[in-house]
């Protein structure tokens, strides 16, 4: 093994691997593959790629700013009308508390709504970026692991190592995000279609499996994982109903009836 | 360049010889990914066709200014027909009719002229027009990646299909030769070109019957594509293609609404 893979990766190395990995280039994978810390170098690119997409989503929210109409205005404006009326005065005289709530909550409700709206905002980028980076990385850990084992009943022969390295990778379409930096770009889900190629292509190059097996791999962990995504969701709002007293008892209702 | 443009027109002529040469070559998808962007993005130029209406459209700011004038014109009037018939008030009322006009021309349109800077203070830094042009501009250049994820789910249809009946192209050979189908789409500029007067209705009209033809000739490349990146004869292309179309709009959607009917009910 040479100096030079045992070496941490450079930038520009890390950057060239993912666009070559983003045009499905078996070398890119070979690269990582054959590198004496698989793993870690995987590891490297795929946080190079992230923060690559998190400094261009800060500067996609400047130009964003510059070309939006100043919502700041209208939340301090309507701030200010509300704080002028008649309850906000007798409440804050008689709790005194109540002001710095008040804005706390005025702030956050502002928040949600730039968020839900897609309007810029500092919080709503560095939030967006935060999930982007935590959803990614635990994808990245939840999805790779999966397959693995997946791949390994399956017959494939690589390690854990060459495998997660690989895995991360695929996650060079994440780059695409990086057009984002125009205002009113859009990408129309391509990032998800092109993940699954790259996802195939390491697959396919750590197990050298047949391409329906390799197939298998790259989509039973969706699977699992949508499946347990929907259970998850299906027994929590279950068990927010179940809390509705009287619902279980019209329920038992209604099915004797049924009977 | 010229070798780029020359090795387009074998395309659109469904010459072999540029299908083999980007099926074998290494950067064969980068060069059909590059036709497809370009081709896309001269499609998408349609788009721009709505640009005098976004620098056209009067802002926010400039309708309450209008708003204003209008007010102040009709104070004006109002208080001069108030002045002609204030003999007649006078002589019925035993008083002028006073008030109505000076509250538009000095009340009024004093609000409106206060609304309108606080509305200036609420556009964007850099201006509205040209904000507006930025985003025609973000918009003009997401065209290709709108195409591209929704010729995706097609394609990769068509590649496990093709595999099933014994395909032997790889992933990258056959999105290489596949992405070339977008050749003859350059015809279908017209279809971007958004609704907004009776002759534009017209060119869409147009543009949508052009397209038919552009839609038939993207249909033969892709048949040609799909050959001979998976070494398989034209007629097995043609029912694959047929399949990939039949599972994805007739079967994939009833399969759906079974099993969402057998976990529901």
């Known amino acids: 093994m040479t100096e030079a893979i045992v070496a941490p990766i450079k930038l520009a190395e890390a950057l060239r691997l993912a666009g070559q990995a983003l045009l499905l280039d078996d070398r890119a994978y070979a690269t990582v593959y054959d590198a004496k810390y698989p793993l870690r170098r995987g590891f490297t690119i ?142 129309g889900g391509i990032v998800a279609w092109w993940l699954l190629l790259t996802k195939y292509q390491a697959v396919k190059h750590t197990y050298n499996l047949s391409w329906e097996r390799n197939l298998a791999v790259v989509l039973i962990p969706y699977l699992i994982i949508g499946l347990t995504l929907f259970g998850l969701l299906l027994f929590t709002v279950a068990y927010g109903l179940s809390q509705v007293p009287g619902l279980d008892t019209a329920i038992r209702f209604l099915s004797f009836i049924k009977q | 360049m010229q070798t780029a443009w020359r090795k387009y027109n074998a395309i659109l002529r469904l010459e072999t010889e540029p299908f083999l040469a980007i099926k074998q070559a290494q950067d064969g998808l980068w060069w059909a990914l590059r ?56 002589q019925f009322l035993g008083q002028p009719i006073r008030g109505i006009g000076s509250f538009l021309t000095r009340d009024v349109t004093e609000f409106l002229t206060g609304l309108e800077t606080q509305v200036i203070a609420l556009e964007p830094p850099l201006g509205v027009r040209p904000s507006r042009i930025v985003k025609l501009f973000g918009d003009w250049l997401s065209t290709p990646f709108q195409l591209m994820a929704n010729w995706l789910p097609f394609t990769l249809l068509v590649m496990v299909i093709a595999k099933l009946w014994g395909g032997r192209g790889t992933l990258r050979q056959h999105l290489s030769l596949t992405a070339l189908a977008v050749a003859p789409q350059l015809l279908a500029v017209l279809t971007f070109v958004p609704p907004t007067s009776v002759m534009r209705i017209a060119l869409g009209i147009f543009g949508q019957t052009l397209s038919l033809v552009v839609a038939i000739w993207s249909l033969a490349i892709l048949l040609k594509a799909v050959t001979i990146a998976h070494e398989i004869e034209l007629k097995k292309s043609a029912l694959i293609l047929i399949g990939a179309f039949v599972v994805l709009y007739i079967a994939l959607p009833i399969a759906l609404i079974m099993v969402t009917s057998y976990i529901l009910f």
């Not at chain 1, 997409?53 to 964003?64: K, P, Q």
């Not at chain 1, 200010?80 to 710095?100: C, G, K, M, N, R």
């Not at chain 1, 935060?130 to 999805?143: C, D, G, N």
């Not at chain 2, 788009?47 to 309450?64: D, I, N, P």
């Open chain 1, 46 to 187: 795929l946080l190079v790629i992230l923060l690559t997409v998190g400094v261009a989503l800060a500067i996609g929210l400047a130009l964003d700013i510059v070309v939006t109409p100043r919502l700041d205005l209208v939340e301090t404006a309507v701030f200010e009308t509300l704080t002028e009326t008649t309850w906000y005065q007798e409440t804050s005289t008689q709790s005194p508390d109540f002001a710095t709530s008040f804005k706390q909550l005025y702030t956050v409700a502002w928040q949600i709504a730039y968020m839900v709206g897609q309007a810029p905002s500092w919080l709503g980028t560095l939030t967006g970026f935060l999930v982007t980076l935590i959803v990614s990385l635990l994808s990245w850990f939840i999805y790779g692991s999966l397959a693995y084992g997946i791949g390994r009943w399956l017959g494939g022969q690589g390690n854990y190592q060459q495998f997660m390295g690989t895995l991360a990778l695929a996650y060079a379409p994440k780059l695409l995000l990086v057009a984002m930096v125009i205002p009113g770009m859009t990408l």
């Open chain 2, 35 to 90: 036709l497809f962007f370009v081709i896309s993005l001269i499609l998408g130029l349609g788009k721009w066709v709505a640009l005098g209406e976004a620098l056209g459209q009067a802002t926010l700011a400039e309708q309450v200014q209008t708003l204003a004038s209008q007010v102040e014109r009709t104070g004006t009037q109002i208080e001069q027909a108030g002045a002609n018939m204030s003999g007649l008030s006078e």
